[in-house]
């Protein structure tokens, strides 16, 4: 009896395990370096893929963190995708009162310590900047796609777009340095393998 049910838990298994290889075989990770228009690597860039025939999966949007830390969020900018839940715990011996007037998502976190009782939801696609009321100084970027496809770029301007299907998409890029941001710099690839992509962006002039 014993042997009959181990065995069935082996099989089991066994599907299992080739359900995801077959998964991660047929998934591609795409490199996209973003670049300013003097070809200096830019940071903390949002890139995002848009499928050309444009399926996009069903969405599963996840949890987030912005903490405050000396009067300062962290991170300076986050990519999520629309319907994802973000909370804002404060990491500082003092209050903040954190706020963004941006049509893509209005809100106020009234003063508070600790972590807020509930978190933001952020139900539209778009630019959210966010603010505190008590510290001038303080600034984030909440950039929400309705892709499931997106990344955030790092000191080498590179991020990393994963778990793509092969398939044709456009990558598109924004920073919050841009000067235009009405048409998003892009790239168009079709690709059924790993692959390097580029993206300039216009920034405004410093
Ligand atoms: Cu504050």
Redesign the pocket.
């Known amino acids: 009896m014993k042997l009959v049910s181990l065995g069935r838990a082996l099989g089991a298994c066994t599907v299992l395990t080739a359900a995801l290889l077959a998964q991660t075989a047929i998934a591609v990770t795409v490199k996209v370096q973003v670049f300013d228009q003097d070809g200096h690597a830019l940071s903390d860039a949002a890139v995002y893929a848009v499928p050309l025939n444009g399926k996009l999966p069903t969405p599963h949007p996840g949890e987030a963190v912005i903490d405050?830390v000396k009067?300062t969020f962290v991170p300076l900018v986050t990519v999520i995708q629309t319907g994802t839940s973000v909370s804002f715990p404060n990491k500082d011996n003092i209050e903040?009162?954190v706020y963004s007037f941006s049509p893509a998502k209005t809100f106020e976190l009234d003063l508070y310590s600790g972590v807020p009782s509930h978190p933001v939801v952020f139900d539209k696609p778009g630019l959210a900047v966010l603010g505190?009321n008590?510290?001038d100084s303080?600034i984030a970027y909440v950039y929400v796609v309705d892709s499931p496809y997106f990344g955030k770029s790092d000191q080498n301007g590179i991020a990393r777009v994963e778990n793509l299907p092969p398939g044709n998409y456009e990558f598109r890029a924004w920073h919050y340095q841009m000067a235009d941001t009405t048409t998003l710099p892009s790239a168009r690839l079709s690709t059924d393998a790993d692959a390097d992509v580029k993206v300039t962006v216009q920034t405004k002039p410093k």
């Open positions: 405050q009067r903040h009162d505190c008590i510290h303080m």
